[in-house]
């Protein structure tokens, strides 16, 4: 179908129309009437055995599970999923065993759980029965089925492609209502993250980003505002103008906000939104290009994380910039060589024009500190020099306070998403030097990109106020096969790590 504007679109719009439900069930799972049961698997002498929870269910089947695991070359590793033929012998057809390997940790019930509902598409109602000690353990168990059982169809036709599990029953003694409610209000905004990520970048300009983030404000009672192309140039948002100055599609600084009664606290996050990255006139190569739809993933992750934290009701302040620009080569678009008046007045050189994410995170730093917040944390698919110092799945940490880095390492550590912190060199700082402005979009130094680029951004924060930079560049958009509850393509990356520091900020563990 065409929307307003005349593209093509599908008739569920950004966002997937498919929701997966989740509930609890303490039936016993020989009878449940469900299309699958999923028990976790551990290594054992014999290959592997049912792990903690399977019992009923085991001697529902005459003590046969760890046999005919051992029969079907099951492990009980991690990532292992093996499925099992109950031949009328419970109500469910198959039992899916999921690798949980030696002493499982809460990430490695999140993969299992993930792992099984997305190898059980196509089916109506599925039982999770993965060991669970606690609450908590529960609620990774639900978090990582709901965001395995993730798929963005809103542009297929055809009939051949399978949809994601429909209902989710979670069978584990430790569950609770609490912990099931907040393994939704993450997966819903972690999906509405990869949703957009996902959305090709003709359907998602930095006016339909724009327009998204009021759709959610206006749902989750967020306040909100936008800045348009005109109220960016008088504004004196250089960074942005600049950055969007090449393309059709002007750009938009959002400002989403959330507050509580009783918060003594101001967390202020600020997310890159290039809708495309072509590189404008430093033009990428081709190979580079066609996932540059992804480059918006930090903008998305901040408005998914505000979302999830207007429903959870931390007991913090807290302010999200979206900084959204197209970046395109044209004849209006920015030279290198250019000089750029950032918010706040201090000058860059642009000396590459594909270093244009720092640019406009810059005029969203700088504006940050209007809201007088006692930390600002920035996220961005900022530099492929991120990927090459730690690969694709682990984000880059740095700040202008090594407590607040480690502080926001261990967060994300427990949101369950990987991280390592990184210097912030000083010396570093010297390769940016201009002959022209106050500093240069890039070093002359090839070595280091991801920390120069954190050097880069420290210079716009606020005078007193600590700060960390996720660098998301791999961990934001997964070119390879899907693994655990993370699917091809977009991931929803830093979401969830968002929340935790902004929840670890109202308990005073930040």
């Known amino acids: 179908m065409l929307d307003p504007k005349g593209r093509n679109r599908s008739p569920g719009g950004l966002t997937s129309d498919y929701v997966t439900s989740i509930g609890l069930d303490s039936a016993d799972l020989a009878g449940l009437d469900v299309d699958a049961i999923v028990i976790g698997a551990v290594p054992a002498d014999a290959g592997a055995a049912p ?10 089947l005459d003590g046969r599970l760890a046999a005919a695991l051992g029969a079907l070359g099951a492990t009980g590793k991690p990532g292992e999923i093996i499925k099992v033929p109950t ?12 690798g949980l ?10 993969r299992a759980a993930g792992a099984a509902v997305r190898a059980l598409a196509g089916s109506g109602k599925v039982a999770v ?3 669970a000690a606690d609450a908590a353990e529960a609620e990774a168990v639900a978090l990582g089925a709901l965001l395995g059982a993730y798929s963005f169809d809103s542009y297929r036709t ?4 399978k949809s994601p599990v429909a209902e989710i029953r979670l069978a584990a003694p430790a569950a609770t209502d609490v912990a099931v409610e907040r393994a939704r209000v993450l997966a819903d905004a972690v999906n509405l993250v990869r949703d957009l990520v996902n959305t090709p970048p003709s359907d998602l300009t930095p006016e339909d980003l724009a327009n998204e983030a009021e759709r959610v404000a206006r749902e989750s009672g967020l306040g ?5 192309e005109k109220a960016l140039v008088d504004g004196g948002y250089g960074g942005l103008t600049g950055v969007g100055q090449g393309s059709v599609n002007p750009p938009r600084l959002v400002r989403l906000a959330y507050s509580h ?12 939104g290039i809708t495309f990255d072509s590189g404008g006139l430093s033009l990428k190569p081709a190979g580079s290009m066609d996932w540059m739809k992804s480059d918006m993933g930090g903008a998305a992750a901040v408005l998914g994380a505000l979302a999830a934290i207007a429903e959870l009701a931390p007991k913090v302040n807290v302010v999200g910039y979206m900084a959204i620009a197209e970046n395109m080569p044209s004849g209006s678009a920015q030279r290198p060589s250019d000089v750029l008046r950032i918010y706040g007045g201090k000058t860059v050189e642009v000396l590459n024009t594909d270093a244009e994410g720092r640019l406009v995170l810059a005029d969203a730093l700088v504006r940050s500190g209007e809201d007088s917040p006692d930390l600002v944390v920035d996220v961005a698919t900022l530099t492929g020099a991120q990927l090459v110092a730690l690969g694709t799945r682990t984000t880059g940490v740095m700040a202008n306070d090594d407590g607040v880095r480690e502080k926001v390492v261990a967060a994300a550590e427990r949101a369950g998403e990987a991280s390592w912190g990184m210097p912030l060199p000083a010396e570093l700082r010297k390769g940016l030097d201009s002959s022209v402005a106050d500093i240069a979009n890039i070093s002359g130094d090839r070595w280091g990109g991801m920390l120069v680029a954190g050097v880069f951004l420290r210079e716009f924060v606020p005078d007193g106020v600590k700060w960390a930079h996720l660098d998301i560049a791999g961990p934001s958009f997964q070119q390879g096969e899907a693994y655990g509850y993370t699917p091809k393509g977009g991931t929803g990356a830093a979401t969830r790590t968002l929340v935790q520091i902004a929840e670890d900020l109202a308990s005073g563990a930040l």
């Open 87 to 98: 031949l009328g012998a419970v109500t469910a057809p198959v039992v899916v065993a999921a």
């Open 51 to 60: 792990a903690a929870g399977a019992e009923d269910l085991d001697r529902a």
């Open 129 to 131: 029965a993965l060991p």
């Open 101 to 110: 390997g030696e002493d499982p940790t809460a990430e490695d019930l999140r």
């Open 261 to 272: 009664p009783e918060a003594s606290k101001t967390l202020a996050l600020v997310g890159k």
């Open 224 to 228: 909100i505002e936008v800045l348009d």
């Open 158 to 161: 055809g009939d051949g492609h």
